[in-house]
């Protein structure tokens, strides 16, 4: 019982805590040039991924949600940057969730704006759960996936019998990691699937008092067989 056995080489990676709780609308802020590939383990910019925003109840038309806005700073190469972040999370009339995000300067500011969503989802078994990119074959959701321009993606999953629906304006880089930790069963370490995390990319250069919109959707529809 105290030995530790792994079922595959390489699981340390998977044990190590996550820097950040995996939440929806994570506001991370990375360099420009970064890769999908060392994105997990760069360093955020900002103080908006665990900060805390003020808020007030919003309605507009048929949608209620919340405003929330941080005044914040990233931490670029040529000194600290600061900026105010504000998103409007919104339940639409079909059930939707749409997050529109405003980011206004009050310095100069160059970076990739890169907030980060952890989506849930039973299995990557292809047979129950498969992803579609602009009409795109049908692909595993358990692999690491880059699309550079991209209005996004759909996932079909047959166990809750619907698809999701993530879609995000403007278009922009958007990047797909499985989510994956290291579980100890009877049979010693063994690699477990989570779900998905997408991260949608944009680029931000903005002058002192420039401001720029963005906006992600995500919504739920019936599965069609």
């Not at 190590?16 to 994105?39: I, M």
């Not at 990233?74 to 009339?93: C, S």
């Not at 010693?188 to 919109?213: D, I, N």
């Amino acid at each position: 019982h105290d030995s530790v056995t792994a079922k595959e080489d390489g699981l340390e990676r998977f044990a190590a805590p996550d820097g950040h709780p995996r939440r929806a609308a994570v506001d991370r802020f990375l360099a420009s040039g970064r890769r999908r590939e060392d994105a997990a383990n760069a360093t955020d910019l900002g103080d908006f991924a665990e900060g805390r925003y003020d808020f007030e109840l919003r309605r507009a038309d048929e949608a209620v949600g919340v405003a929330m806005w941080r005044r914040g700073t990233l931490a670029l190469n040529d000194g600290p940057a600061r900026l105010t972040l504000e998103k409007r999370v919104w339940i639409m009339p079909d059930g939707a969730v749409r997050i529109d995000y405003e980011i206004e300067a009050a310095d100069e500011i160059g970076a990739v704006f890169a907030p980060e969503w952890n989506l849930a989802f039973l299995t990557p078994n292809t047979d129950y759960v498969t992803m579609e990119h602009e009409g795109s074959r049908r692909k595993n959701v358990g692999n690491a996936a880059t699309f550079e321009d991209s209005a996004g993606i759909s996932i079909a999953d047959r166990l809750r019998g619907g698809t999701v629906l993530v879609s995000r304006e403007p278009r922009g880089a958007l990047w797909i990691e499985p989510l994956e930790t290291a579980s100890q069963s009877e049979g010693g370490l063994e690699r477990v699937f989570q779900g998905v995390t997408l991260t949608t990319c944009w680029p931000l250069r903005l002058a002192a008092g420039e401001r720029r919109g963005f906006s992600v959707t995500i919504g739920f529809r019936p599965l069609e067989e």
